[in-house]
């Protein structure tokens, strides 16, 4: 498969440049501030308590309401479980390679994408990555057609299917309201007894990450995913077990923004394109009527 | 364009008794339609976070842009290319082409979990110019105006002098009459505009489509994961645009109890072979160049539609519009046709949910009763106003007078 996505990334930067474009690719958006906030999870601290998950649902009320006891109950975790319309948060068990006996637990939410899909997709601009890193949806812009869901490479956004007449989309806020522009840290970071979570500027969790890595070199693998993966992410992970061990799928750094916009942009270039074949169609059109009616 | 056309109303009985069994199916379907809009999306479909996209859109919106390809094929072959000794075949593609848009916009409708806002893309401070589906939705949008507007001259022609509203409307009865010869003479001057626009109009949403899912293509399946998708989804709908072209002129002639149309569609359909061949040779050019042959043996799902959508009903049907033997025989150009549809049909399905393969699927999608029934049921409605739009203006070439 990687071949296959290596000459897939070379023929969509090939495309890209065929017409000359391209470096604009990413105009319109916000670009990406070095002050932005991140997330480092270190899944090595991680005991799978679901304590983040509580306070999740704790601090956005508009989700469905869950009591305490819901999140004491550790037997989900049989189960892959993923973030659904009822949970922007979801704690995992997984089996550990290097040591058997002891399973790992890695936590996932909203990868707050620094060129997110879901953001490029959307056909009314509902998503919008704000400049704390936060991506944040707006339900009154939707019209439902989830194509944000199809396009996410992490499979993040969730939809209310149940919901009759007015479904949302459902994903990790990053606390954007609720917190961070109040100058909090998100809830599910807060409520971590172990520590798993540290939060922060993007870049110096970076140096946190190289740091523990390079002091515990047998406790880690040697990679921050999310440092690079599709460009960048908000929330970055680091692990004593291989990525794809826990459902982190191997997507290289190429963002995806980058496979669709150089097509899009190439093709209305300042309507160019559209213009030039209107006016050739139509040359075509008017010599052939003229030689028709020379004959 | 002109008048000169010898087109006129089917005269035929409406309520036949396929016309009856039709109608049956068309309501029952619909009323699925109804049940998604009281019960939602949950109860009606077995689409869920995994697979967000499904037989609404492959099919009811997809394969519907596609197979609408006719109207816009059509018109450049007669008007700008200037073969207008096939000039019968427009009227007849135009009107599929609007009413296979409109129901793309009604089919989507059903799917949208919001779909009063369905006109929020037209909203200037919701634009998204990095959007692919913004794109495709302007596009279909005005393309869509675009054909009510191509398609007016021939309710124009059916009406003027024969304005004739009951009772005490008929007062206006002259005011219309020259509002629509005002019409008629505007729309005739500036129609090549309208012409070309569509043409243009149609080569960008029809290739917008299969940019769509380029931005995943770690959900896809090496075999579709192409960049190259939106010039398999232009160069297809140009060789399925004069293929539907084709089948439903052989359809019409069926059910009107005409001869089948010959000596126009055997020449239009020596024209599918070079493009099915464009299209044919630009898919295994971007296999060869990505090495995705190396795939083919695979058993999973994609594999096998891929086999029957390009092996069997693309690359089959391709030598059989190759063959003037073919091309003559009603029987065999109808079965080319008809396989090249299906072809495309379950080639947009693979790209859209088959291929499409997500991160963390428990289980396939397999689309519900319910999304069928739908499915049906618009494609009977489709067929219930072509039969209405036929039998009340002249869209079909007048029957020979025996």
């Known amino acids: ?295 | 364009m002109s008048h000169d056309e010898h087109a006129a109303p089917v005269e035929k009985k409406f309520f036949t008794t396929g016309m009856k069994i039709l109608t049956a199916i068309m309501v029952s379907g619909l009323s699925f339609g109804l049940y998604r809009m009281v019960f939602g999306l949950e109860a009606s479909t077995n689409l869920d976070d995994q697979f967000p996209l499904g037989l609404w859109i492959g099919v009811d919106v997809a394969t519907g842009v596609a197979l609408a390809a006719g109207g816009f094929t059509s018109g450049a072959l007669v008007y700008v290319f200037q073969r207008e000794h096939f000039h019968a075949i427009i009227r007849p593609a135009l009107l599929t082409a609007m009413l296979g848009y409109t129901f793309v916009g009604v089919g989507l409708m059903f799917d949208l979990g919001r779909w009063y806002n369905i006109w929020h893309p037209a909203i200037p401070f919701m634009w998204q110019g990095n959007s692919v589906l913004f794109e495709v939705g302007m596009c279909v949008m005005i393309y869509l105006n675009v054909l009510y507007l191509e398609f007016a001259p021939i309710v124009c022609e059916r009406f003027i002098g024969r304005v004739n509203l009951p009772w005490k409307f008929a007062r206006f009865n002259d005011l219309i009459d020259i509002v629509l010869r005002f019409a008629d003479h505007i729309l005739g001057k500036i129609m090549f505009i309208f012409i070309l626009l569509g043409i243009v109009l149609s080569c960008c949403h029809q290739s917008s489509l299969g940019t769509l899912l380029v931005i995943a293509p770690y959900k896809m399946h090496a075999l579709y994961s192409s960049a190259w998708g939106p010039l398999f989804f232009l160069t297809s709908a140009f060789a399925v645009g004069l293929t539907m072209v084709v089948f439903e002129s052989m359809i019409a002639s069926r059910a009107f109890g005409r001869e089948p149309e010959m000596h126009i569609l055997t020449p239009v359909s020596k024209i599918i072979p070079y493009l099915l061949g464009i299209y044919i040779a630009v898919k295994l050019g971007d296999m060869i160049s990505r090495e995705t042959y190396k795939f083919l043996l695979e058993g999973s799902a994609p594999v096998i539609m891929f086999w029957i959508e390009f092996g069997l009903l693309t690359v089959v049907p391709f030598f059989m519009f190759m063959s003037s033997d073919v091309r003559r025989s009603p029987r065999g150009l109808f079965v080319a046709a008809s396989m090249y549809i299906v072809g495309i049909l379950l080639n947009r399905s693979t790209v859209f949910f088959i291929a499409y393969e997500p991160l963390y699927a428990a289980k396939a999608y397999i689309p519900a009763f319910a999304e069928f029934a739908l499915t049906i049921g618009l494609i009977c409605a489709i067929m219930f106003v072509y039969r209405l739009a036929v039998t009340f203006l002249p869209v079909l070439p007048a029957a020979e007078e025996h």
């Open chain 1, 1 to 295: 498969m990687s071949t296959n996505r290596r000459s897939f990334i070379k023929q969509a930067a090939g495309i890209g440049s065929l017409a000359l474009f391209g470096k604009k690719a990413h105009a319109s958006r916000l670009q990406v501030s070095p002050d932005q906030f991140g997330v480092l999870v270190d899944i090595t601290r991680c005991v799978g308590c679901r304590s983040c998950e509580q306070a999740c649902n704790e601090i956005n009320e508009d989700l469905p309401r869950k009591s305490p006891e819901t999140f004491k109950d550790t037997s989900v975790q049989e189960k892959r479980r993923r973030m659904d319309y009822s949970a922007y948060t979801v704690v995992n068990r997984y089996e550990n390679r290097n040591n058997p006996g002891m399973p790992v637990y890695a936590k996932f939410q909203c990868m707050h994408c620094l060129y997110p899909a879901c953001e490029s997709a959307c056909i009314v601009g509902a998503f919008e990555r704000q400049a704390n890193g936060a991506v944040i949806y707006d339900a009154w812009k939707c019209i439902g057609c989830r194509y944000c869901m199809a396009a996410c490479p992490f499979q993040v956004p969730a939809y209310e299917f149940s919901n009759v007449l007015t479904p949302q989309v459902r994903k990790c806020t990053f606390c954007f309201e609720t917190r961070l522009t109040q100058g909090g840290m998100p809830a599910c970071v807060q409520s971590c007894p172990m520590e798993v979570m540290t939060f922060g500027k993007r870049n110096s969790l970076i140096k946190i990450a190289r740091e523990r890595i390079k002091k515990y070199p047998a406790r880690y693998v040697n990679h921050i995913y999310g440092e690079n993966e599709v460009g960048g992410t908000t929330w970055m992970y680091i692990s004593s077990v291989p990525f794809q061990d826990i459902d982190l799928p191997h997507l290289g750094y190429h963002p995806a923004p980058g496979y669709t916009e150089p097509i899009q942009h190439a093709i209305f270039k300042w309507f160019l394109p559209p213009a030039a074949v209107f006016a050739g169609l139509g040359g075509i059109w008017w010599y052939l009527k003229n030689k028709k009616s020379d004959e």
